[in-house]
């Protein structure tokens, strides 16, 4: 009985050996011999892809433990375990091409129709939803410094997207644009120029007081937005082309997790770090609208 008492049940055994392999990277118990014959089985194929990037093992290691133990792994690319994983920006170029390609067919791009540029219309629209103003008379100065700014946001960001907004081309210049944002955001580049380097900076300004490098913060960064893409594709085909975002909680949660692994921090710092990260990643992304809505007012100007 004393022994039965002593033994732990398999479950525990099974969650003890999941976390060793988390904080490892690899399985110590593992056998290192294997049967011959399944070897000579495996040669017909073995090394056949290889050279493609996204069915190789280093490029299925790389998938694995970015769901399993993503800031563990992290860790380990930044320490120098190179060998193993696909290097930080090609993953994130891979990766979210793959998730650009199904989403490109399972929901096609739809272009805007609903462009109000008019000061006396009661509402803006910006994205997926729209910024509600209400003219009046009687309006104070508030209202209408709340109006313009509503109004330049709205135009900065119709800038960003002419390829989804038609009816805002009306020069060679903006076609010229419009195709070149259409070209790019089919291959899924905007992520890469955009959020790759909104969300560099603004983990290297959270992480600023913890001495945490910019490459290596290049790299985390890189590895997160990988993280974003794979629920992103798995949101597509869950809705069937219907929606292709995840919640903003579920991306804190994943950063919150990432930041405990990676810095070995408890679950109240990771959250604060996470807390910092998203206030510093939503100033940035305000501030870029706001330097090319006042771009385009300019230009506008000037003409």
């Known amino acids: ?112 129709k ?49 390829d989804q907004y038609p009816e805002a081309v009306h020069t060679k210049g903006q076609a010229s644009l419009a195709a070149l944002e259409g070209a790019l955001r089919s291959q899924g580049i905007p992520l890469f120029i955009s959020d790759f380097l909104i969300l560099w900076l603004a983990m290297a300004m959270a992480l600023r007081k913890r001495k945490i490098s910019m490459s290596a913060c290049a790299a985390a960064s890189a590895y997160v937005l990988c993280q974003f893409s794979f629920f992103m594709l798995f949101a597509v085909l869950v809705s069937w082309g219907k929606s292709a975002s995840i919640s903003v909680s579920l991306m804190l949660l994943l950063l919150v997790i990432d930041y405990r692994q990676w810095l070995n921090l408890p679950w109240k710092q990771s959250l604060k770090q996470t807390i910092a990260t998203g206030i510093y990643y939503a100033l940035l992304y305000l501030a870029v609208i706001l330097a090319i809505s006042a771009l385009v007012l300019v230009v506008a100007y000037f003409k």
Do not use: C
Request: glycine share 6%; net charge positive.
């Open 1 to 112: 009985m004393a022994q039965q008492k002593g033994k732990k049940h398999p479950l525990e055994v099974r969650l003890r050996a999941f976390r060793i392999w988390q904080k490892l990277g690899v399985n110590p118990w593992a056998k290192t011999g294997r049967n011959t014959l399944k070897n000579k089985s495996g040669d017909f194929y073995k090394g056949a892809f290889d050279s493609i990037p996204f069915l190789n093992d280093d490029a299925k290691r790389t998938f694995v433990h970015l769901l399993l133990r993503p800031g563990y792994m992290i860790r380990d690319y930044i320490k120098g375990d190179h060998e193993k994983y696909l290097a930080p920006l090609t993953a994130l170029i891979i990766f979210y091409a793959f998730f650009a390609l199904v989403s490109s067919v399972l929901q096609p791009v739809q272009h805007h």
């Open 114 to 162: 609903d462009i109000l540029l008019d000061p006396s219309e009661t509402s803006i629209p910006l994205g997926g939803g729209s910024i509600e103003v209400r003219p009046d008379r009687d309006s104070t100065a508030v209202d209408r410094i709340s109006k313009n700014t509503a109004s330049i946001v709205q135009r900065g960001y119709i800038y960003l997207h002419l």
